[in-house]
C-alpha cells in the first residue's frame, strides 16, 4: 500500500470522525436528545410535530392505487427477512465459536426510533420500523457472511467494487497464489481489530456510530479495490413524491 493510498485512508477516517460529531449536532438542531437510547424531543418541538402529522385517511387518500395495491407485496419479505435473521444467529451461535470468529452483535445493527416521531401518522410509522428491521438484519447479515468469508475464501475478486465488505480490506489479491498459501491460516485469525462488546457500548449515540463506521469501512475497501484494480491489472417503502 502506497503512501498516496496511506493519506486517502487516513483522511476516511478523520472524516469519520467528523460524521460522528456532525450527526450529534442535530439533536440541538432538531432539539432532541438521547438518553439511555431512548430519543426525547423538548415540548415546543413536539407540539410543532403534531401540526405537520397528516391524518391516515388523508395520507391513504393522497397515495397512488398501485403503491396500495402493491402493500401486500412489500410485506410479503418480512417471511424470508426473518427466516435470515433466526437462520443467520443461529448459524453463527454454532459455528462461529469453532471457527474462532468473533460474533455478531444483532443489537447494532437495528434502531427503532421513529416511531417517536409525532409528527408521523400510523402508516408512516409503520413504514419506517418495517424499513429499518428488514436493512438492519440485511446489514447484520451481512456482515456474518463476510466474517465467514474471511474464515472461508480471504480472496479478492477479479474487478468487482460492489463486492467489497467491511472484511474485504484484509483478503488476498486475486491470484496471488503464494501469500495465499503462505498467510491464509493467519488471515482465518485475524479479527482484533473488531470492537469488543464494552468499546462498542462505550458512547451514548452507538447506533449512529454503527452506521458511519460501517459506511466509512465500506469506502475504505473500495478504496482499496480501485487502487490495487488500476496498479495491478430496499426504502422504496412509504409514499411516493
Not at 79 to 90: C, R
Not at 109 to 136: I, P, Q, S
Request: glycine share 4%; aromatic share 12%.
Amino acid at each position: 500500500m502506497n503512501d498516496r493510498l496511506d493519506a486517502l485512508l487516513g483522511q476516511i477516517r478523520q472524516l469519520e470522525k467528523e460524521l460522528i460529531l456532525e450527526t450529534q449536532k442535530k439533536e440541538t438542531e432538531f432539539c432532541y436528545e438521547i438518553h439511555a437510547k431512548k430519543v426525547q424531543f423538548t415540548e415546543a418541538a413536539k407540539a410543532e410535530h403534531k401540526q405537520l402529522r397528516i391524518s391516515f385517511y388523508r395520507y391513504l387518500a393522497s397515495s397512488r392505487f398501485l403503491v396500495i395495491l402493491t402493500t401486500p407485496v412489500i410485506w410479503m419479505c418480512i417471511v424470508p427477512i426473518v427466516l435470515v435473521d433466526v437462520i443467520g444467529s443461529i448459524y453463527q451461535v454454532i459455528c462461529f465459536p469453532i471457527y474462532g470468529i468473533p460474533k455478531v452483535h444483532r443489537g447494532e445493527y437495528l434502531a427503532f426510533d421513529r416511531h417517536r416521531l409525532t409528527y408521523l401518522n400510523f402508516a408512516e410509522k409503520m413504514n419506517c420500523e418495517y424499513c429499518a428491521y428488514a436493512n438492519g438484519i440485511l446489514a447484520y447479515f451481512t456482515e456474518i457472511a463476510a466474517r465467514t468469508e474471511q474464515y472461508w475464501c480471504p480472496i479478492k475478486h477479479a474487478g468487482c467494487v460492489k463486492c467489497a465488505h467491511s472484511r474485504y480490506k484484509k483478503f488476498f489479491d486475486f491470484g496471488d497464489a503464494k501469500k495465499y498459501r503462505a498467510h491464509v491460516e493467519e488471515i482465518r485469525r485475524a479479527y482484533q481489530d473488531i470492537d469488543s462488546p464494552d468499546t462498542a457500548t462505550a458512547t451514548p449515540n452507538k447506533t449512529e456510530q454503527v452506521k458511519s463506521q460501517t459506511t466509512i469501512t465500506k469506502l475504505v475497501a473500495g478504496v482499496e479495490v480501485n487502487h490495487e484494480s488500476a496498479s495491478g491489472n430496499l426504502h422504496g417503502f412509504g409514499k411516493p413524491e
